[in-house]
């Protein structure tokens, strides 16, 4: 198992940047991939951004050249750098782990969250 704790939402102009971290603890060297995903109320959550054990890295379409994930080498931080942020970025953001080798950015396969980080952007 592993443990999340996301910090670093806020509020923000647009145009603005927010850096959102996940702190990880538990069996982290058993997560094949991290990621970011967020939900807006009434809609279904989504998969912002992930990262796969070998630094490999996905994104949404909404999100790729604004927003970048990384990892620390002991993989116990996830970090979302946020730029450019957008007001249709508004959401509450979780960080999620899970130990499916062929995961991608729907989180149904996503086994461990954190209670999530709320980012708002206004115009």
């Known amino acids: 198992?592993?443990?999340?704790?996301?910090?670093?939402?806020?509020?923000?102009?647009?145009?603005?940047?927010?850096?959102?971290?996940?702190?990880?603890?538990g069996n982290v060297n058993r997560m094949a991939y991290?990621?970011?995903?967020?939900?807006?109320?009434?809609?279904?959550?989504?998969?912002?951004?992930?990262?796969?054990?070998?630094g490999n890295t996905v994104y949404s379409d909404s999100v790729k050249g604004r927003f970048t994930i990384s990892q620390d080498n002991a993989k116990t931080t996830l970090t979302?750098?946020?730029?450019s942020l957008k007001p249709e970025d508004t959401a509450m953001y979780y960080c999620a782990a899970t130990r499916l080798r062929l995961a991608g950015l729907a989180p149904?396969?996503?086994?461990?969250?954190?209670?999530?980080?709320?980012?708002?952007?206004?115009s």
Do not use: H
């Not at 443990?3 to 603890?25: F, I, K, N, P, W």
């Not at 979302?80 to 730029?83: A, C, D, S």
């Open 1 to 25: 198992q592993v443990q999340l704790a996301e910090s670093g939402g806020g509020s923000v102009q647009t145009g603005g940047s927010l850096r959102l971290s996940c702190a990880v603890s």
């Open 34 to 54: 991290m990621g970011w995903f967020r939900q807006v109320p009434g809609k279904r959550r989504e998969g912002v951004a992930i990262i796969g054990s070998s």
């Open 80 to 83: 979302l750098q946020m730029n």
């Open 108 to 122: 149904d396969v996503y086994n461990y969250w954190g209670q999530g980080t709320q980012v708002t952007v206004s």
